[in-house]
T-cell receptor, first 115, second 115 residues
Framework: EAEVAQSPRYKITEKSQAVAFWCDPI?????LYWYRQILGQGPELLVQ????????DSQLPKDRFSAERLKGVDSTLKIQPAELGDSAMYLC?????????????FGEGSWLTVV | AQSVAQPEDQVNVAEGNPLTVKCTYS??????LFWYVQYPNRGLQFLLK??????LVKGSYGFEAEFNKSQTSFHLKKPSALVSDSALYFC?????????????FGRGTQLTVWP
């Protein structure tokens, strides 16, 4: 069964350092999402791509977060500089298209701890 | 604005007994509704969704959910709980009229099934 691949699974970084997460969606999925899940809360959308274009980044803290999906396949989420409050799980997800009834499939997540 | 409420942080049930995890939602239009399950340190796994048609939706691992439009609810149910069902459960909603397709999640309900 196809899966959304994410790396690294765990990352510990010092405050003010840069950190990056990588995601490879399910093959053929045009829509890619990055969600952030803080412990004890539900996931919240950071950014949504349709192919290589950003369609929703309204909740992305653009002063320190950036995301790209250059060829419309895999994607990278970067944080620079990291802050203590960025400690969370970063979840990548994908779906076949932007049709709202499609199921969104999630990866295993990347745990970030900022110290 | 879209939102999801899961009124119970924790649900405890004995193995073999029926279980219910509650979810209510608020959307500006008509909803697509989803349930996901999360095991410790893992990503979200899709359980089931309501798109249209029969209000009773059947999903993975024997779970089902009933869409109630008048009560704006989408409660998750299972006739006979297993210890292995113990996990964190998330309800999510999408406005089918939205062009962006963002999923809004509840805070999650921790289900514990004791032997």
């Amino acid at each position: 069964e196809a899966e959304v691949a994410q790396s690294p699974r765990y990352k510990i970084t010092e405050k003010s350092q840069a950190v990056a997460f990588w995601c490879d969606p399910i093959s053929g999925h045009a829509t890619l999402y990055w969600y952030r899940q803080i412990l004890g809360q539900g996931p919240e959308l950071l950014v949504q791509f349709q192919d290589e274009s950003v369609v929703d980044d309204s909740q992305l803290p653009k002063d320190r977060f950036s995301a790209e999906r250059l060829k419309g396949v895999d994607s990278t989420l970067k944080i620079q500089p990291a802050e203590l409050g960025d400690s969370a799980m970063y979840l990548c997800a994908s779906s076949p298209s932007d049709y709202s009834g499609n199921t969104i499939y999630f990866g295993e997540g990347s745990w970030l701890t900022v110290v | 604005a879209q939102s999801v409420a899961q009124p119970e942080d924790q649900v405890n049930v004995a193995e073999g007994n029926p279980l219910t995890v509650k979810c209510t939602y608020s959307v500006s239009g008509n909803p697509y509704l989803f349930w996901y399950v999360q095991y410790p340190n893992r990503g979200l796994q899709f359980l089931l969704k309501y798109i249209t048609g029969d209000n009773l939706v059947k999903g993975s691992y024997g779970f089902e959910a009933e869409f109630n439009k008048s009560q704006t609810s989408f409660h998750l149910k299972k006739p006979s709980a297993l210890v292995s069902d113990s996990a964190l459960y998330f309800c999510a909603v999408r406005d089918r009229g939205s062009t962006l397709g963002r999923l809004y999640f509840g805070r999650g309900t921790q289900l514990t099934v004791w032997p």
